[in-house]
């Protein structure tokens, strides 16, 4: 019955928009050939996949931050990785009809439908961090995440001296990102021909879960010697079943993302490295795109960001660049 109750209130707000749509002459709150809005209203809505990784609860402090510097009403919220949950909010959201609507995809196609809801309401919409497969965005924004892939692949494959038995724990696979980080992985551990990749399973970005799928794939796997991780979260969650079997140090971990448990790990020496993409600077750059929107001003189709491999060689100046970009974790 609960299924039933959303499922009818989708289809009123939809049907109330398309509704609107009708209703509306053309100039209503259109674009112009600039992407820019002419809503009255100035509040900008930003929609995260979640805020139960610490990667995204930092995007989401830059992004605040970037916004309170430069006067932007950003309302921030939680999709709690949730495709439907995802889709009410940005019909909520276009109702509101914002000068901006900013998503990051829980999935890469679910996210579609919010994307054509706002096109269909003049809305300027892009997204962030996870690509979606369709709709008509302003821009998007995020890291090289096929790179990613291969400079941790590169860096486990250093660590091990580029001989040795390794095990990928994959993201969520309905994103671009776990689909290229994965992609590019496998593509660059091929080029060592002693190294071979003896399983491999998502753990959906998620601690617990690369916990548990690590602590079974050891079970198979007895005579790993590394792992990559396709997001730090997953990484912690690897290091902590290694310790668990007291195989820290034998058992080499590469991960994603450069959070702060992450850095500190690779202190500790219980991390090999990290692939830093950091998402306070991501959050920040989110915002800045906004506002050249909100001015009327053309922006580029994407922009790509770079991470920057962190070993335990160069912890001390990464943090260093977090704290010169003005990120409280530092």
Not at 213 to 221: D, K, R, S
Request: with cysteine; net charge negative; hydrophobic share 40%.
């Amino acid at each position: 019955m609960k299924k039933y109750i959303t499922g009818a209130l989708s289809v009123l707000l939809i049907g109330g928009m398309l509704a609107g749509c009708g209703t509306q002459s053309s100039s209503d709150n259109s674009k112009g050939s600039t992407g820019k809005s002419t809503s009255n209203n100035k509040e900008v809505d930003m929609i995260i996949s979640t805020l139960n990784n610490p990667f995204f609860v930092s995007l989401k402090n830059g992004a605040e931050a970037e916004a309170k510097k430069l006067g932007i009403k950003l309302v921030v919220q939680n999709a709690n990785n949730d495709n439907q949950t995802e889709l009410n909010l940005a019909q909520t959201d276009i109702l509101k009809k914002p000068a901006a609507l900013i998503l990051d995809p829980v999935d890469s196609n679910a996210i579609v439908t919010s994307i054509k809801l706002a096109n269909k309401n003049h809305i300027p919409v892009f997204a962030f961090d996870r690509k979606p497969t369709g709709g008509d965005l302003e821009t998007f924004l995020g890291y090289d995440a096929i790179k990613a892939g291969q400079v941790a692949a590169d860096a486990l494959a250093k660590v091990l001296n580029e001989k040795g038995k390794v095990i990928e724990i994959q993201g969520i696979m309905g994103t671009n990102v776990a689909q290229d980080r994965s992609k590019g992985f496998e593509e660059e551990i091929a080029k060592f021909p002693n190294i071979q990749v003896v399983a491999k399973q998502p753990a959906n970005f998620d601690r617990a879960q690369a916990l548990n799928v690590m602590t079974n794939l050891i079970q198979a796997h007895p005579d790993v010697n590394g792992v990559y991780a396709a997001n730090d979260e997953m990484a912690m969650g690897v290091v902590s079943a290694l310790k668990a079997r007291g195989l820290t140090g034998k058992v080499l971990v590469v991960g994603n993302d450069g959070i702060k448990d992450a850095l500190d790990a690779i202190t500790a020496g219980t991390l090999a490295a990290t692939n830093a993409e950091s998402p306070f600077y991501e959050g920040m750059q989110v915002v800045d795109i906004a506002k050249d929107i909100l001015d009327g001003k053309q922006v580029q189709p994407d922009t790509t960001l770079e991470g920057q491999l962190v070993t335990k060689d160069n912890v001390d100046q990464y943090w260093e660049h977090l704290k010169q970009i003005g990120d409280p974790e530092d």
